[in-house]
């Protein structure tokens, strides 16, 4: 009984630290709006985070939060290309584009993801997974703007 209350005692520190510790998360965590550059995200950020925790991806245009990229998952290079993908446009942003801004009946009624961005994963993919061509990572970004599409239609 006394090792639970010695326990209960020291929940409200607990929670403390991890509520610091989800801000933080929170604080790291980035978002880039459609119509932005990428390079652009450090205003969005938190004032703690500095320029040298970002991470450029090949071509210098295009930056992501350096722990971010660092825990992407690297046991395939289609799940490395959807989070890199995640990471950079947002879940809502991948359900309601595709690559080329036509939909499977080939109307122009999605919206294009930015080329610039698309070529940065493509080319991170590529650096990270050599021997990997440019049309098996597309096809992995196509499988997740049509997996966010339908994961947004379901109630």
Not at 128 to 135: A, K, Q
Not at 148 to 153: G, I, L, N
């Amino acid at each position: 009984m006394a090792e639970i209350i010695d326990c209960l005692r020291e929940l409200p520190e607990t929670l403390k630290l991890m509520k610091d510790c989800i801000a933080k998360v929170n604080a790291s965590m980035t978002h880039v709006s459609d119509n932005s550059m990428s390079i652009s995200m450090s205003s969005a950020m938190s004032s703690s985070e500095s320029e040298g925790e970002m991470h450029f991806l090949p071509g210098k245009s295009v930056a992501v939060s350096k722990r971010s990229f660092l825990h992407l998952n690297r046991t395939r290079m289609t799940v490395f290309a959807q989070e890199l993908a995640v990471l950079i446009f947002s879940k809502d942003t991948l359900a309601n584009s595709t690559l080329t801004g036509r939909n499977g009946r080939g109307d122009m009624t999605k919206g294009q993801l930015d080329v610039a961005k698309v070529l940065a994963i493509t080319d991170a993919v590529i650096e990270e997974f050599p021997g990997t061509t440019v049309s098996e990572v597309r096809a992995a970004l196509r499988r997740k703007c049509n997996n966010e599409h339908f994961s947004h239609k379901r109630p």
